[in-house]
């Protein structure tokens, strides 16, 4: 991003929100983000990810892990990678950026997607590495499934088919959302690539779609007639869109 008078790089940005920009080119930002109301509210953006990064992870930061947690050597590794994940996530961030596709209507608030995305996230990253127990309803039972998660959810819950993708469905399970119930359906590829899409009631109205890093863990965020979805994935933000479009046409299709 450039200006006639002023050059502000994004490497700047985010050092500025850091506290970590050089004194004297702290004047030159604030008069680039006065003149660019389109970069100063994405910048308030990635502000408030970093704050709720911290808020939720800084206390453990310094914790060890649990005994019974010290499974491999990855594990036995302090849990000081969260502060890796937040710095990873706020640089990742892409407040508003969407995938060249929208749903129809205004944005939802900064912080409200956030919190909705990292909920997501942290059922994706939980659960994805489970072997016997990833879901509670296999997709055999497809049927029931559906059934299940509409009853208790309060929305026409339908899985996506995402064979075109390459991606069979595991199952799924009930999960506590932000603003009640949360349908978690999770995908895995032949070799054994996963995908999960987390969705739950929100307030407001359709949203286009966002886009947020954690760590090695990508999201794709949106909302539609009152339902946030979240398709997670890996850090292949291409493959992930291809996976987020397809559900994304389906729930369209199914008008929930």
Known sequence: MTDRKISITEDELHA???GELPAERRADVEAYLAAHPED???VQSWRAMAEMLHARYDRVA?????????????????????????????????????????????AASPPAFQSFTLDALDAHRLYVVEVRHPVEVPGNELAH???????????????????????KLVGGRLLPGPNGPASFLMYESPSGERFTVYASKTPGGSTQMRYTMLDNDGALFWADRGVGYVVSGGRDRERLSQVAQAVYDQSEKNGS
């Open 145 to 167: 499934l559906q059934a299940w998660l509409t009853k208790r959810c309060g929305w026409t819950v339908r899985a996506p088919d995402l064979d075109a993708t390459g991606l």
């Open 16 to 18: 500025y929100i850091d």
């Open 62 to 106: 310094n914790e060890p892990v649990p005994k019974r947690l010290e499974i491999d050597r990855l594990v036995r590794q302090p849990r000081k990678w969260m502060i890796g994940a937040a710095a990873a996530a706020l640089l990742a961030f892409i407040a508003g950026g969407g995938i060249g596709w929208i749903a129809h209507g205004a």
């Open 40 to 42: 100063a509210e994405r």
